[in-house]
């Protein structure tokens, strides 16, 4: 196979940070940087820090939006924060929901571009996979958000915010001074939607934070996966600062393969990224990392490929997801048959890996992974070839 694959063409840091100008939103900021918003806007500094645990319960835990709802502060001091902050999520545009009981959002962001948040009830599991990025700088080839051009990376209010949407079409917040409720519809997040989350490492983090805190959303680090990847600088910090569970897109078993599947292999191959896995501080038995790997007919999926890659992977406690691969219009490769993909997970089951295949979920809308956002951008390609055959232009 001839080497088209794409240059890498951003690199870590390089995509700014900057808020988007405006009232300042109290969504995404952590604790401490709440606390100076409010120093700064005349709250006295000696209640600062328990104002912040006050607004922060009524953003986080019981889901308010109003400033004039939260009754212990008083009415004067509401109307403050009422003229100098806003409380901001991403605005639902459509909402989409499989016949298998996915649900699609499609949300807007600052600057009118729009992100995809999928929720995926499964049994007593409700797991919500969300974006990091408008867009990737990464160009794995047989991704559709890795064809399209990064806009930017998403605010840590625009990550948290998509957790907010969904508790919000959910009907989760608990009413006001209930107390805590164990039994959740979202009960999980992947970072599994849009982008590479170790691109936006801070904005990532500091949600994340903020849906681990106990007086808010409250959802254990355990029940928090972020999958990269392969950007290698970023995942002992990813155990140190964030401390989630880690999932890696691996997708091959030699480098040649990978570089052409995953081009930040170029960069950190596959035996620089496994060197780093090894020494994941919070790597046990209990929390293993996962490998994703999408079977590609003919390319990664032989029963060699299913050897190798316990070799490579021995010492590491690992699960390895199976994902056939969701073709979208002009992708380059085939999911490998039913067969195939059940042969490759016994070699590796035999081997002492748990090896699930994942079963797509929300095909009929078009949430599967790996597929974000395409449906929405074809729906505009079509609109404008449509009014190009028609000759309406514009
Ligand atoms: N950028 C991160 C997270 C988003 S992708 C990463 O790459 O890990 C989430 C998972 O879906 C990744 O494992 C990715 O490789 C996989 N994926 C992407 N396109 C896919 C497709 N068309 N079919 C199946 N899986 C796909
Ligand atoms: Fe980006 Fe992940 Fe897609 Fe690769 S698989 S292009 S890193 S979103």
Redesign the pocket.
Known sequence: MPDTTPPITQDVKTIPRALPKGPTNLVGLTRAAMREVLIAHSTPEKQAKMRVGQIWQWIYQWGVRDFSEMTNLAKAYRADLAEQFVIEIPEVVTRQVSTDGTRKYLVRIAGGHEVEVVYIPDGKRGTL?I???VG?T?T?S?????TQKLVRNLTAAEIIGQVMVARDDLGEWPEVGAPKDETRLLSNI?????????YNFENVRDAMKIAMDPEGIQLSRRRIT?????VVPEIARTAQEIGCLL?????ATTDEVRDK??PINKRWNIETLLDVLRTYPKVSNSERITF????LKGINDSDEDARRLVQLIKGIPAKI?L??????PG?P?E?SSGNRIHAFADIVNNAGYPSPI?T?RGEDIMA?????KSATERARKSKRQIEAESGTGG
């Open positions: 996979c974006s990091s990025q990737c990464l794995c047989f991704c559709h958000t890795g992947v970072l599994m939607g849009m982008g590479e989350p170790l972020l999958s990269t990847s392969g999932a890696i897109s691996f997708h599947l995953v994703e790997y999408v079977m997801n994902i056939p691969f969701n073709e979208w992708a490769y999911r994942r797509p599967a992974c790996g597929q974000l």
